[in-house]
């Protein structure tokens, strides 16, 4: 860990999770925005605010940068960006809204058990099936996404429903397994 507080947030993971956590209006907007070139660069920027949540990890890891703003921060971005593209998809007709909020709700579902768990001197830490859930959500955006980008055929609406089956059976499954996992907390 760096020795100062302004060094802490200044570091480069933290930079990356704020940058990301900045990228997600404009992400929002280029998904929105109907035209070949916004569908395009919203495409690459979600590619990008994606991968970014491996790089910070990596760095903060490996240059011992960890910090507790990183540790907050880094989730919240990763939830903003995979629900500000599916809030897109249920404005554009590709997302059924009751799907959307099965995953919405998870995540402050999940957030609220960590909060909980911090009151009592704990913490959570994200488990190997919320990260394929998270990778899950990857997915579903960017099937959705290069759906609407790109003629791909008829295979894509099915990798589509698909990628949605999953990802939603991974939320539900994954939530389940937090609350079972903790459910000393509320004994």
Request: proline share 3%; charged share 15%; glycine share 10%.
């Amino acid at each position: 860990m760096a020795g100062s507080g302004g060094r802490l947030r200044s570091s480069i993971p933290n930079q990356i999770t704020v940058a990301r956590l900045a990228c997600v209006p404009v992400v929002m907007f280029f998904i929105l925005w109907d035209s070949e070139v916004g569908r395009i660069v919203g495409v690459v920027l979600f590619l990008l605010a994606a991968a970014s949540d491996a790089v910070d990890g990596y760095l903060a890891r490996s240059f011992r940068q960890t910090s507790v703003f990183g540790q907050y921060a880094d989730p919240i971005a990763d939830k903003l960006l995979i629900v500000g593209a599916l809030v897109c998809f249920v404005e554009l007709g590709e997302l059924a809204a009751a799907w959307v909020m099965v995953i919405i709700a998870r995540e402050f579902l999940v957030t609220g058990l960590r909060i909980l768990a911090i009151s009592e001197g704990q913490v959570i830490a994200a488990s190997p099936l919320g990260k394929v859930k998270a990778v899950s959500h990857v997915v579903l955006v960017l099937a959705i996404l290069v759906g609407r980008t790109f003629p791909v055929g008829a295979w894509l609406g099915v990798a589509k429903d698909v990628a949605l089956a999953l990802a939603l059976a991974l939320t539900v499954v994954s939530g389940v397994e937090y609350f079972v996992r903790c459910r000393g907390l509320f004994a």
